[in-house]
């Protein structure tokens, strides 16, 4: 790797650290946060407890490998963190600009990772087609099939989410990702 593209991995990974930073320096972001990730964690697992018949919480925690775990807390934290940064613009706009598009940009990641944590919580072939038999055997199958793809995709839209929300948060240059506006030009 060239040191241009290492310059331009740090400044964007500065730009998620930065953005998370300001939103969760706010004690009631902060304990927003960790309060919906333990909720999404519960609901996520309470969904195919829910769902299939005779299911309950010590059976579904038992059918969950260490990988499960790993998505699952992942997603609730990410799906957590990607809402409380877009409640963040949205309460913000009259600094960060229209606070309806900084939401809209930060919405399909946001649903992507529900989805993929409900989704992901479907740790068997009764839980997967219990969940979503109404698309079909066909489409079940290959959920099963390509389960684990399919949620670090959503993992890697809920990153994108974040890093455009981070943008908006720290009102970024849209052309260089300068984060200090007012002393930056373009030449």
């Given at each position: 790797?060239?040191?241009?593209?290492?310059?331009?991995?740090?400044?964007?990974?500065?730009?998620?650290?930065?953005?998370?930073?300001?939103?969760?320096?706010?004690?009631?972001?902060?304990?927003?946060?960790?309060?919906?990730?333990?909720?999404?964690?519960?609901?996520?697992?309470?969904?195919?407890?829910?769902?299939?018949?005779?299911?309950?919480f010590a059976f579904q925690l038992s059918l969950f490998k260490p990988l499960d775990y790993l998505l699952l807390i992942s997603l609730?934290?990410?799906?957590?963190?990607?809402?409380?940064?877009?409640?963040?613009?949205?309460?913000?706009?009259?600094?960060?600009?229209?606070?309806?598009?900084?939401?809209?940009?930060?919405?399909?990641?946001?649903?992507?990772?529900?989805?993929?944590?409900?989704?992901?919580?479907?740790?068997?072939?009764?839980?997967?087609?219990?969940?979503?038999?109404?698309?079909g055997l066909g489409t079940v199958f290959f959920l099963l099939d390509y389960r684990s793809y399919i949620v670090f995709g959503s993992?890697?839209?809920?990153?994108?989410?974040?890093?455009?929300?981070?943008?908006?948060?720290?009102?970024?240059?849209?052309?260089?990702?300068?984060?200090?506006?007012?002393?930056?030009?373009?030449?």
């Amino acid at each position: 790797m060239s040191s241009l593209s290492i310059r331009t991995i740090m400044n964007r990974f500065s730009i998620y650290v930065e953005g998370i930073k300001i939103v969760l320096k706010h004690s009631i972001y902060l304990i927003s946060f960790l309060a919906f990730a333990l909720f999404l964690f519960g609901f996520f697992i309470y969904i195919p407890v829910r769902t299939v018949p005779g299911n309950d919480f010590a059976f579904q925690l038992s059918l969950f490998k260490p990988l499960d775990y790993l998505l699952l807390i992942s997603l609730s934290l990410l799906t957590s963190l990607s809402v409380n940064m877009n409640v963040f613009s949205f309460r913000h706009k009259g600094t960060l600009g229209t606070g309806i598009s900084a939401v809209s940009q930060g919405g399909v990641g946001g649903t992507a990772g529900v989805i993929a944590s409900i989704f992901g919580t479907a740790s068997c072939t009764t839980c997967v087609s219990s969940l979503f038999g109404f698309l079909g055997l066909g489409t079940v199958f290959f959920l099963l099939d390509y389960r684990s793809y399919i949620v670090f995709g959503s993992i890697i839209l809920v990153l994108f989410s974040l890093y455009f929300t981070s943008k908006k948060v720290l009102n970024a240059c849209e052309k260089c990702n300068h984060i200090q506006l007012k002393s930056h030009k373009h030449k």
